[in-house]
């Protein structure tokens, strides 16, 4: 996955990035959410290369702390129904029709989901809605930048950024892999964010989840 292969690139070569900040982030978004929520959401929908590398990041990690109306539980209760038939390669438009009504309806509410947007491209694809499927390909692609330009992943000081449980996995799963001794540690809490170290060996890795405990 291509955000694999640029944290590949990161470690390598140690590029380093300023950390984002979650006590800001979220007193922002909690005290004036028009202004740096739901401002930022409008010009996402629309074209997201309009938003600076900042508002993007107030945007992604900020949707941690609004309520969103579509939360992770609703994604797994509608995981067998309409996720994972939308995941499917090859999706057929008679199927993707039947479940574009509730695809859409949760993709409005959870934009900022990778999996729901890498979704909405197959169903948009297959009934041959070009336009709508390369917005979500943009969007799809502005969030992996922001989470690879979040940090090094390297130390406590610059952890990769994300804002689910299954981001986190998806970036350990190449250290799990690795066999040998895999060990998982979490290091810290604060401000409903997890701070998790992932090693094999000499390997290591950090990923922050901000907003973990705020589904």
Same mark, same amino acid.
């Given at each position: 996955m291509k955000k694999l292969f640029l944290l590949a690139l990161l470690l390598f070569f140690g590029i380093s990035f300023s950390q984002?900040?979650?006590?800001?982030?979220?007193k922002n978004v909690t005290e004036n959410p028009q202004k740096y929520y739901y401002d930022y959401l409008e010009i996402f929908k629309k074209d997201p290369s309009k938003l600076s590398q900042e508002e993007m990041n107030q945007l992604y990690y900020g949707s941690r702390f609004i309520e969103s109306g579509y939360s992770l539980s609703t994604f797994n209760d509608d995981y067998d129904e309409i996720w994972k038939i939308a995941s499917r390669k090859g999706l057929s438009k008679t199927k993707a029709l039947k479940i574009l009504e509730k695809a859409e309806s949760a993709y409005h509410k959870a934009p900022m989901n990778i999996e729901i947007l890498t $979704?909405?491209?197959?169903?948009?694809? +297959?009934?041959?809605?070009?336009?709508? !499927?390369?917005?979500?390909?943009?969007?799809n692609n502005r969030i992996i930048k922001t989470i690879d330009e979040s940090g090094t992943g390297r130390s406590?000081? $610059?952890?990769?950024?994300?804002?689910? +449980?299954?981001?986190?996995?998806?970036? !350990?799963?190449?250290i799990m892999m690795m066999g040998g001794n895999f060990k998982q540690k979490d290091l810290k809490t604060d401000e409903g964010c997890i701070l998790t170290q992932y090693s094999n060996g000499s390997a290591s890795l950090f990923v922050k989840c901000i907003g973990c405990f705020n589904f």
């Open positions: 984002i900040n979650t006590v800001e982030t979220k $979704s909405m491209v197959n169903i948009y694809d +297959a009934i041959k809605e070009k336009a709508k !499927a390369e917005i979500c390909v943009m969007q406590e000081e $610059s952890p990769i950024c994300v804002i689910t +449980a299954g981001e986190m996995l998806n970036f !350990a799963k190449p």
